[in-house]
């Protein structure tokens, strides 16, 4: 949403709004990610998955350095641990570059535990342009920016009821009513109730899983360099249990996928 906002900002200035049910930015999904800022090394080539991650992974690199915001372009590894992941690890190579990845190097295993000295795998494929951020450093750096450009951010408003009247749309929420022209659902897990609350009947229904992370304690954070992922399973929709180093300096290792039953 806020992101949205950015892109809007420049053409309506003080005319527009931005929502927030929670008291402060990002308490959600965006507040609660593994903060990385992904390559697009998995999707399909020219897909708009594909497309959108590559124009957004540079354009957010370029935010964080012309506002200060805490980064690393750390680089990833993805590791073979058998003859048959070494081949898959050739795929994902070929599929990086169709999606325009420059910084890609599939390292025998000797190579690996140059870079990686405590992976154990017979071969690695090296992502340069994977990176690491706090996302809710990121999102309040947006609201900045927003504010700066004229834009109200409301905090403490949850959408509470939409309609529509003649030249517009009125959205009450908890802290006031709004009238607006265009609204724009970007609720994430709350999406599709904000879309039914509009009118609209969304044909998916959002169906929310939680993952669960162990912290690495403070004497084993050397042990990791990049971020460590397995080759992908085919035969799962996720990309397998990984090490992730986070910006502020400590390291995870997940996710589990858990029903979210609230």
């Given at each position: 949403?806020?992101?949205?906002?950015?892109?809007?900002?420049?053409?309506?200035?003080?005319?527009?709004?931005?929502?927030?049910?929670?008291?402060?930015?990002?308490?959600?999904?965006?507040?609660?990610?593994?903060?990385?800022?992904?390559?697009?090394?998995?999707?399909?080539?020219?897909?708009?998955?594909?497309?959108?991650?590559?124009?957004?992974?540079?354009?957010?690199?370029?935010?964080?350095?012309?506002?200060?915001?805490?980064?690393?372009?750390?680089?990833k590894?993805?590791?073979?641990?058998?003859?048959?992941?070494?081949?898959?690890?050739?795929?994902?190579?070929?599929?990086?570059?169709?999606?325009?990845?420059?910084?890609?190097?599939?390292?025998?295993?000797?190579?690996?535990?140059?870079?990686?000295?405590?992976?154990?795998?017979?071969?690695?494929?090296?992502?340069?342009?994977?990176?690491?951020?706090?996302?809710?450093?990121?999102?309040?750096?947006?609201?900045?920016?927003?504010?700066?450009?004229?834009?109200?951010?409301?905090?403490?408003?949850?959408?509470?009821?939409?309609?529509?009247?003649?030249?517009?749309?009125?959205?009450?929420?908890?802290?006031?009513?709004?009238?607006?022209?265009?609204?724009?659902?970007?609720?994430?897990?709350?999406?599709?109730?904000?879309?039914?609350?509009?009118?609209?009947?969304?044909?998916?229904?959002?169906?929310?899983?939680?993952?669960?992370y162990?912290?690495?304690?403070?004497?084993?954070?050397?042990?990791?360099?990049?971020?460590?992922?397995?080759?992908?399973?085919?035969?799962f929709?996720?990309?397998?249990?990984?090490?992730?180093?986070?910006?502020?300096?400590?390291?995870?290792?997940?996710?589990?996928?858990?029903?979210?039953?609230?």
């Amino acid at each position: 949403g806020l992101a949205t906002g950015l892109a809007l900002v420049e053409h309506f200035g003080d005319r527009l709004v931005i929502v927030e049910a929670e008291a402060e930015l990002a308490r959600h999904q965006t507040g609660h990610n593994s903060g990385v800022i992904h390559s697009g090394l998995y999707y399909v080539p020219g897909s708009q998955k594909a497309t959108l991650c590559a124009e957004g992974r540079e354009l957010l690199y370029r935010f964080c350095e012309n506002h200060g915001v805490p980064h690393e372009r750390c680089g990833k590894v993805v590791v073979a641990t058998s003859d048959e992941e070494r081949q898959r690890l050739e795929s994902l190579r070929t599929r990086g570059e169709a999606n325009g990845l420059r910084d890609l190097r599939v390292l025998p295993g000797e190579e690996l535990r140059e870079i990686e000295p405590h992976v154990a795998g017979v071969a690695g494929l090296r992502v340069g342009e994977t990176g690491i951020v706090n996302y809710g450093v990121v999102s309040r750096a947006y609201g900045d920016v927003l504010r700066r450009g004229g834009a109200r951010v409301m905090t403490g408003a949850r959408l509470m009821a939409v309609r529509q009247e003649t030249g517009g749309l009125v959205a009450e929420t908890s802290a006031g009513t709004i009238r607006a022209r265009v609204l724009g659902n970007c609720a994430g897990l709350q999406s599709d109730r904000v879309a039914r609350l509009c009118g609209a009947e969304p044909d998916v229904r959002i169906v929310p899983f939680r993952g669960e992370y162990y912290e690495v304690g403070e004497t084993g954070r050397h042990l990791v360099k990049h971020l460590i992922y397995p080759v992908p399973d085919p035969r799962f929709p996720f990309l397998g249990v990984h090490f992730t180093r986070r910006v502020e300096g400590t390291i995870e290792a997940g996710p589990n996928a858990v029903i979210a039953f609230r």
